[in-house]
């Protein structure tokens, strides 16, 4: 079982960039296909990107497209999420989370196909 800790989450101007980290303890971290989702005030918990178990293959929501990216360092058993131009609709509680490998190939976007979550890192965006 891994276990997972965001930060990096705060208060930043629409146009600016953040970078949230996501670390990762427990066994086998290189074996997880990872991911990160949004929850926005009042909404439904919503797929950002993931990232195959080996880092070599991304998948980002088009909401995100071009501004956020997604990477792994297995070594640093890290997964981070690059964030630019950042707009106020981006305003939501960010959370990292695991599944299993064939994952990534089969439901990526579903929050429920992933069994190991963080417990989320506040990312507001000011207009």
């Known amino acids: 079982q891994v276990q997972l800790v965001e930060s990096g989450g705060g208060l930043v101007p629409a146009g600016g960039s953040l970078r949230l980290s996501c670390a990762a303890s427990g066994r086998a971290f290189s074996m997880y296909t990872m991911a990160w989702f949004r929850q926005g005030p009042g909404k439904e918990r919503e797929f950002v990107p993931a990232i195959t178990y080996s880092g070599g293959s991304t998948k980002h929501a088009d909401s995100v497209k071009g501004r956020f990216t997604i990477s792994r360092d297995i070594p640093k058993k890290t997964v981070y999420l690059q964030m630019n131009s950042l707009k106020p609709e981006d305003t939501a509680s960010y959370y990292c989370?695991?599944?299993?490998?064939?994952?990534?190939?089969?439901?990526?976007?579903?929050?429920?196909?992933?069994?190991?979550w963080g417990q989320g890192t506040q990312v507001t965006v000011s207009s």
């Open positions: 989370a695991a599944a299993q490998a064939s994952t990534y190939y089969s439901s990526p976007y579903y929050s429920a196909a992933y069994d190991t």
